[in-house]
């Protein structure tokens, strides 16, 4: 029964639409012979279950568009993220100082960011004065980036095999990333430019110069996004 075959394939590789399918009304394995025994049109059994099938995929379809529209980033987490990338992007590290590290506790009470601590931590690597020394931590060792970039050519040249195996699963994490991206960029730039704006309204409301001066950058980070929307500018990290 080539439809039995079909629905075990989806079912073994899309378990969502699987249930969609099974949700519709298509039979499963064990009620697929008592569902079909009686029936004296074979032909007609097959447009049927092919209807069904197709209709149960674009249902699938449909809902999968209805769930993405359905998904908004409203935690603090994840607009102080949004506002973190959007002032590092626009900001040189003297304005990242003066902007956010120093004023992360005023940012915070206004609601711009989540925690100012964590914050703050987190711009230590891109702000020089407070840069502490570069390295790479391991697990079992420390390694700086002239040693790792020397390591990871010489198991390329050797054919180490985990080498190998390390280059293809990090080409398979790039492959599903840009899936990612094609997916979901258009919603992530919609998303980017409601949270911000939400932010430099809050900004507009900080009775200070540097108020001011962050309400500016988060525009001007928004105006970018708007650019790189139109441009279809192409993602590089």
């Known amino acids: 029964m080539p439809w039995i075959l079909l629905a075990r394939g989806i079912q073994g590789?899309?378990?969502?639409?699987?249930?969609?399918?099974m949700r519709s009304g298509f039979p499963s394995d064990r009620t697929f012979h008592h569902w079909s025994v009686g029936r004296s049109q074979p032909a007609k059994f097959i447009q049927r279950s092919s209807e069904i099938m197709m209709n149960s995929i674009l249902d699938f379809l449909n809902d999968d568009d209805a769930v993405q529209e359905s998904v908004h980033l409203d935690s603090r987490?994840?607009?102080?993220?949004?506002?973190?990338?959007?002032?590092?992007?626009?900001?040189?590290?003297e304005e990242l100082e003066t902007l956010v590290y120093e004023s992360a506790n005023m940012l915070e009470l206004y609601g711009i960011i989540d925690d100012h601590e964590n914050v703050m931590s987190a711009l230590e690597a891109a702000i020089p004065s407070k840069k502490k020394t570069v390295i790479i931590q391991t697990k079992k060792?420390?390694?700086d980036k002239a040693t790792k970039n020397a390591t990871m050519r010489l198991?390329?040249?050797?054919?180490?095999?985990?080498?190998?195996?390390?280059?293809?699963?990090?080409?398979?994490?790039?492959?599903?990333?840009?899936?990612?991206?094609?997916?979901?960029?258009?919603?992530?730039?919609?998303e980017a430019k409601r949270v911000l704006t939400g932010q430099a309204s809050a900004a507009s409301a900080i009775k200070d110069t540097r108020g001011k001066q962050v309400e500016d950058k988060i525009k001007e980070a928004i105006a970018k996004t708007d650019a790189n929307g139109r441009n279809k500018k192409a993602i590089k990290d």
């Open 77 to 93: 987490e994840d607009a102080t993220a949004i506002f973190l990338s959007a002032m590092e992007d626009v900001c040189t590290p």
């Open 141 to 143: 060792q420390i390694i």
């Open 13 to 21: 590789a899309n378990s969502k639409i699987n249930t969609v399918i």
């Open 155 to 190: 198991a390329r040249a050797a054919g180490d095999p985990h080498y190998a195996k390390y280059k293809m699963y990090r080409d398979k994490m790039l492959d599903e990333r840009q899936k990612v991206y094609d997916k979901w960029l258009a919603k992530g730039r919609r």
